[in-house]
């Protein structure tokens, strides 16, 4: 086992309990040393805010990633090495293809997070550069104005837009997207028999007729029940 595997889970969970207030306040005051000892950073800027986001979304993946490698098959690694196979190719080939769900899953943790700090990028940012939610709270000092209720609704469809996307290979078998479709039939008598006869949708469409007419029974009962 990994000798330094104590030391790291420390310092990857450290970011994760302590406030931002001092995750930023110490990210600034690192970014001083260094650009006093070796000129690097130049400033505070984009940088620098990457630096800081990537600091603390690190923490959030490397946990998403522990928890799908604590239940790891080991053995897979082991055949694959002992039929030849390099370590980089097993890595490729063999490890990133398993863990791949727990990567992705950090990368939207990470995205969502860098999305809407506010904190730590108030600390690290420079005179220059600013990102969305210190724009937003910039202009909400003054009140809300028309811009911030239209950007607001953006990022909600762009969300909602992300959610459907997740589940659109679900959705066409379910009875939610075909309510749509259904009213677009009934405009159309002849589609609607063509939709009923294919095999593709004849079977969709008549499970979304069965869950129809359960609903309605459920809704009449109900009613009689009151």
């Known amino acids: 086992p990994f000798k330094g595997r104590t030391l790291l889970s420390g310092m990857t969970t450290a970011p994760l309990v302590m406030p ?5 306040l110490s990210m600034l005051l690192l970014f001083i040393s260094m650009e006093q000892l070796l000129g690097w950073p130049e400033g505070r800027g984009v940088l620098t805010i990457t630096i800081a986001h990537v600091t603390f979304a690190m923490a959030y993946v490397t946990v998403v990633v522990q928890s799908q490698l604590a239940g790891f098959d080991d053995s897979l690694e082991e055949a694959a090495m002992d039929l030849g196979a390099r370590p980089a190719k097993v890595f490729f080939r063999i490890t990133l293809p398993l863990i791949a769900p727990a990567v992705g899953s950090g990368w939207l943790l990470a995205f969502t997070l860098s999305w809407d700090d506010l904190v730590i990028s108030q600390f690290v940012a420079g005179p220059g550069s600013s990102t969305l939610p210190m724009v937003i709270f910039s202009k909400m000092r003054l009140g809300v104005s028309p811009d911030v209720n239209a950007l607001a609704t953006i990022m909600v469809l762009i969300v909602a837009l992300g959610v459907v996307g997740a589940f659109l290979p679900v959705l066409p078998t379910t009875p939610f997207l075909l ?9 159309s008598p002849r589609l609607h028999r063509r939709l009923a006869a294919s095999k593709t949708f004849g079977p969709t469409l008549a499970e979304w007729r069965r869950h129809r007419a359960i609903a309605w029974r459920t809704k009449r009962y109900a009613l009689v029940l009151m």
């Open 179 to 187: 309510v749509g479709a259904a009213c677009f039939a009934r405009a």
């Open 20 to 24: 931002e207030v001092i995750t930023g």
